[in-house]
Each structure stands twice: as C-alpha cells, then as structure tokens.
C-alpha cells in the first residue's frame, strides 16, 4: 500500500487527505466558512464520493470539525471523533471538553478570546459522530494502515493519528505556529508529549503550522 499525504491549507487550519490506493482518510475539515476551499482541493486531489472512507476529528474545536456534517452527507461517508469530544460537536459549546479555565493560554489567544474575534468565525452547527475512535484502534477498514493514538491535553477527547510509515498528525497538542498556545490541563499534555516521543514518528503533521520532525519539540 503506499500512501501519499495532501495537506489543505484552509486560512491558518490544516487539514490532511491521506490517499492510500483508491481510498482517502480526511484529517480535520476546518472553519465552515472555508467550505468551498475545501470542496475545491477534494476534487482537485481526485477524491469522490465512495473513495473517502472517513473523516477523523482530531478534538471538537470549531477551526477542525466546521465542515464535517456537511462534508459527510456530500460524500456520503463517516464521522469519527473520541468518545469524550463528542458532546463539543452535538452542542457547539467548546466548554463541554475542557476545564473551566486552561492552564495555559498564550497572550495571543488571550486577545483573541477578550476581543471575542473568533465568535463569528467558529460558528457551527452541531451535529452528531457516527463512530467513536479510542486509544489503538485500527482504521484498516477504512483504507488506512493506521492507528488512533489518545492524546489528551488541548481537549480530553484529542486524538492523533500514527500510519505504519511513522507520520503522526497530533491535531492541537503542538502547535506550530507562533504566538499559538492553548493547554487546557497541563499535566495531561505533557504525558502525551512524553508518549508521542515514544512513538518516535518521523513526521508530525500539526493542525496549525508546518509539519516538523521530532526532535525540533522542545525538551
Ligand atoms: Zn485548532
């Protein structure tokens, strides 16, 4: 099976369509206001309907789950997201997965969020999974030689995703971009920094900024 990553740059969100012989995985789906963007570079990358096997959610922020529903019932396909993230995208609230304050927020986030200039962007409508995806579970079935790697940290529900070609897609547990910080419990994200260095992936593909190597994460 070889396998071939397409990452889809929406604004300052990625998504990744992970084709593997005729069938695709889509990683993340965006803001819903970038939907036509999206549409655009499924097609351009050759996927329809009957060949993208499944869409995983990472966590249930609004910036990665906006297109999901939309894309699913367009393609005709599934939904999957960890069991403890679901309630985030069934009732559009991004409380319902985290603390009542983050342990960590960096100042950037923290003017975004006083100035409330995400609101109107991360609107969504909510919508329910059709799967819940846990720690070691293999997406084989759906055309992917893959597994789910459970990563809390950003969320309680974030999950990552390891292909046997060692590319890991760890969602919002390591952003790289600068000036971007959110950790909702610290103490979980370090225990999933520390596995994912254990995992050793040659890759990691993050959902905000360029993928980079393992050793470039700060010790
Ligand atoms: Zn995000």
């Known amino acids: 099976m070889t396998t071939s990553i397409n990452t889809i ?5 990625n998504c990744y369509l992970i084709h593997s012989d005729d069938s695709f995985v889509l990683i993340d789906t965006g803001y819903a206001y970038q939907r036509e963007l999206l549409e655009k570079a499924l097609i351009e990358y050759g996927c329809t309907p009957g060949q993208l096997k499944l869409i995983v959610l990472t966590h249930g922020d609004a910036d990665h789950v906006g297109n999901a529903a ?5 393609y005709n396909t599934k939904v999957g997201i960890h069991k403890l993230d679901s309630l985030m995208i069934e009732t559009g609230d991004d409380s319902k997965s985290r603390k009542t304050k983050p342990d960590h927020l960096s100042l950037l986030f923290k003017v975004i969020r006083k100035l409330d200039l995400l609101s109107k962007q991360s609107k969504m409508e909510p919508f329910k999974a059709d799967l819940y995806l846990e720690e070691g579970q293999n997406l084989v079935e759906y055309g992917l030689e893959a597994n789910i790697v459970y990563v809390p940290g950003h969320t309680n529900g974030s999950i990552g995703i390891l292909t046997k070609d060692g590319d890991f897609f760890c969602g919002d547990l390591i952003y790289n971009l600068p000036g971007f910080g959110y950790i909702d419990d610290s103490v979980k994200h370090q225990e999933s920094i520390e596995r994912i260095k254990q995992l050793h992936p040659r890759m990691i593909y993050p959902g905000h900024g360029k993928a980079f190597q393992l050793r470039s994460l700060k010790r």
């Open 9 to 13: 740059k929406l604004g300052i969100v």
């Open 70 to 74: 939309y894309l699913r019932d367009l």
